[in-house]
């Protein structure tokens, strides 16, 4: 979040705000770490080295270190945002109370199914017990990790262990604190759109849903650049027709502050989020 008078508006999509931003000295470690994987040697330039690379290496040899890195549960990357460092000079929580977002139209949302992204692949997710889950929880809720699990496993009856945390990682990292901010802003009297897109593959063996990043092809109309995606499925007029509405409300907003038949939202109410399916 900034104060740049250059910004005018803000759109927040699907912003992992529960994400705490990286300690400095892990950071460090995870970069020393990656340049030891590629084979670059200490005290060497590691800008001059690593443009010297293809970008192939660089991907794949990043994979690699999410991979060594990996805990089951945890969807932080190797590398993320620093806190104190250019671009992360504070955390959102003291950003917002300092009124950096003020007199800025707000546009913020999330998809409906998130987490599915980072943890229906997770063989250790998918095969956790219902104990192994509130062992797990512990890291984000300590004492109340059993409170947690029963809280959502009370609102998904049917849902396994992995559905049941997966959920819980939706609202952890995506959409509490996006409403959060909604709220705060909204309360300041700001103008404040909220969103959920909701839109899932009628074809979706994976059960990702409404997963993270699955709006992305409606709103840009890049359908044709996800061939064969789970997150997609097949893609005809209606998907077409609802990525020109939801395409149409994001760019009246860029354009304007506004969009016209969106109301905006109102602190913790429910029905001022619009629904996109």
Known sequence: MTSIGLVTRVLLQSGPFGLPPQDPRDAAENAEAYLRLLGIPAGADPGKALRALPAGQLLSTYGQLAGRLARPGNAAPPM?????????????????????????????????????????????????????????????????????????????????????????????????????????????????????????????????GATHCGELPFLFNTFDAYPDSPMLGTVGDAQRALGRVFGGAVAEFVRTGSVHDWLPYAPATAARVRHFA
Request: proline share 7%; glycine share 10%.
């Open 80 to 208: 993320y945002p620093v806190l104190g460092a250019p671009g992360m000079p504070r955390t959102w929580q003291r950003a917002l109370a300092d009124g950096a977002l003020e007199g800025k139209p707000l546009l913020i949302g999330t998809t409906e199914d998130e987490a599915t992204a980072f943890f229906t692949f997770d063989p250790h997710i998918q095969n956790l017990t219902a104990a192994g889950t509130v062992g797990l929880l512990k890291d984000q809720a300590g004492d109340h990790a059993q409170e947690l699990y029963d809280t959502y496993a009370a609102r998904l009856p049917q849902g396994t262990p992995a559905q049941i945390f997966t959920a819980i990682g939706t609202d952890g990292l995506f959409r509490d604190d996006a409403l959060r901010i909604a709220d705060h802003h909204a309360a300041g009297g700001n103008a404040t759109h909220v969103y959920q897109f909701d839109y899932r593959p009628a074809e979706d063996p994976h059960a990702l």
